[in-house]
């Protein structure tokens, strides 16, 4: 099993910054790469980036491109979400993930096999 914590939630005002934090333990040697999901109220889980272990490929979905950045920390454990330029429509709760899964389809969340219990980021107008 893989336990996943995120911290770094907030509020913060419209142009400000957030840098999430996702703290992987157990059998992380088991995970090929790790993402971001976002859930607004009364919307669909999204697809936010992710990153992978071994050589750092990382996927951003359109709506947050330029703006987040995915990064990790082997040593650590660790995989970041740095979030600049944010907008009231990024106000939701993010969800870190866990994926055995090798390959390009990290924007499907079926592929993904440990969640953590997500933190909540509002940004204000």
């Known amino acids: 099993q893989v336990q996943l914590v995120e911290s770094g939630g907030g509020l913060v005002q419209a142009g400000g910054s957030l840098r999430l934090s996702c703290a992987a333990s157990?059998?992380?040697?088991?995970?090929?790469?790790m993402g971001w999901f976002r859930q607004a109220p009364g919307k669909e889980r999204e697809f936010v980036a992710a990153?992978?272990?071994?050589?750092?490929?990382?996927y951003y979905s359109d709506s947050v491109k330029g703006r987040f950045t995915i990064s990790r920390d082997n040593a650590k454990n660790t995989v970041y979400l740095r979030m600049s330029s944010l907008k009231p429509e990024d106000t939701a709760v993010y969800y870190c993930a866990a994926s055995r899964y090798s390959g390009s389809r990290y924007i499907d969340e079926s592929v993904y096999n440990y969640w953590g219990q997500g933190t909540q980021v509002t940004v204000s107008s």
């Open positions: 990153i992978s272990w071994s050589d750092g490929s990382s």
């Open positions: 157990g059998r992380t040697f088991r995970t090929n790469a």
